[in-house]
């Protein structure tokens, strides 16, 4: 059985360098130095069995905020760098591209990194400078994956909802998954899904999506019923079930090694759309925690013998193949 880590992330020394010395940029404090220690995260797979990991760029708010020449230009960096770490060891690391913006140069940047850079797939943001994700001048992502048949990685993006909102870390802790479920109802009710044909794997299972299910159907429901109590309420003509557009998305079970969150998501998302990802690494152990309780959680939740094998890598490999 493979094992696929779905959804980890990197940065290099030549990168970071790059940010502090020609950009003087100021917005990472401590010693980021364990994302690019390779030879540790090569250690951790062996030691607990994990045969490949997606890498993705980390640390996405590093471009909030940003203009746009400085982030193409470190946006095409970024990408070339995590390229390289890939092809160090083409049998363990399986690269994704990231895209921060929309714009015609960072949807030609889309391009290059599945025509010329040979991708798996693109990491997109949950927000782009607080904006949705459905406004059409945001369209042109989803188009590219379409045409490219190139799956989207989402991964939340900071928004300031309220002032205090970091004093306890609760802007990733809570504000994450809250940003990825907005994003993916933006995506759902805001017709994108419905017009373009693509596969967007979203971060921390799915955020908020899977535990309200049910709420999801019986709200877009409610507001169909009495159109009168909610003039203010702009609903899509869907042709199926609320829900079912949700269910298209993939997730991953970066989730901490919850057994019930893992439940949750793979009795919502099926056997086929949720993938193991840990978010290594982050977490207690520079990331080495999340592989152990992730496996665990897999191994403990309520999954037959095939869905536990399509989770923890033929579901992935299905996705970029």
């Known amino acids: 059985m493979t094992v696929i880590d779905a959804y980890t992330h990197v940065l290099t020394e030549e990168f970071y360098e790059t940010l502090l010395e020609e950009y003087d940029f100021q917005g990472l404090s401590g010693d980021p130095s364990f994302l690019w220690n390779v030879e540790r995260r090569l250690d951790h797979m062996d030691e607990f069995g994990v045969d490949k990991q997606v890498l993705t760029l980390a ?114 802790l809570f504000g994450w998954p809250f940003d990825t479920t907005l994003a993916l109802s933006r995506l759902v009710f805001g017709g994108v899904v419905q017009e373009y044909d693509f596969d967007l794997l979203a971060h921390h299972g799915g955020g908020m999506v899977p ?5 999801i159907d019986s709200f877009y429901q409610t507001r169909l019923d009495y159109p009168e109590n909610y003039a203010d309420t702009d609903l899509p003509d869907l042709d199926q079930p609320v829900s079912d557009y949700f269910r298209e998305f993939h997730v991953d079970t970066a989730v901490s090694g919850s057994v019930p969150a893992h439940d949750c998501a793979h009795s919502f998302f099926g056997d086929e759309n949720v993938v193991f990802g840990t978010d290594y690494p982050f977490g207690p152990g520079r990331g080495r925690a999340w592989i152990e309780s992730g496996l665990d959680a897999v191994d403990r939740m309520r999954a037959d013998d095939d869905a536990r094998a399509g989770i923890l890598g033929g579901n992935l490999q299905r996705l970029v193949d």
């Open 211 to 215: 535990f309200y299910g049910g709420r």
């Open 59 to 172: 640390l996405p708010p590093l471009w909030r905020g940003m203009d746009n020449e400085t982030a193409l230009e470190l946006t095409r960096l970024a990408n070339d760098e995590l390229r390289s770490v890939a092809d160090e060891h083409p049998d363990r690391f399986i690269p994704v591209g990231t895209v921060p913006r929309a714009s015609d140069a960072f949807l030609a940047e889309f391009d290059r990194c599945v025509d010329d850079l040979d991708m798996a797939g693109v990491q997109i943001f949950s927000n782009i400078e607080g904006e949705p994700l459905d406004r059409p001048r945001f369209h042109g992502l989803f188009e590219r994956a379409e045409r490219h048949d190139a799956p989207l990685w989402m991964h939340p993006q900071l928004y300031e909802w309220t002032p205090y909102a970091s004093e306890y870390m609760e802007h990733r």
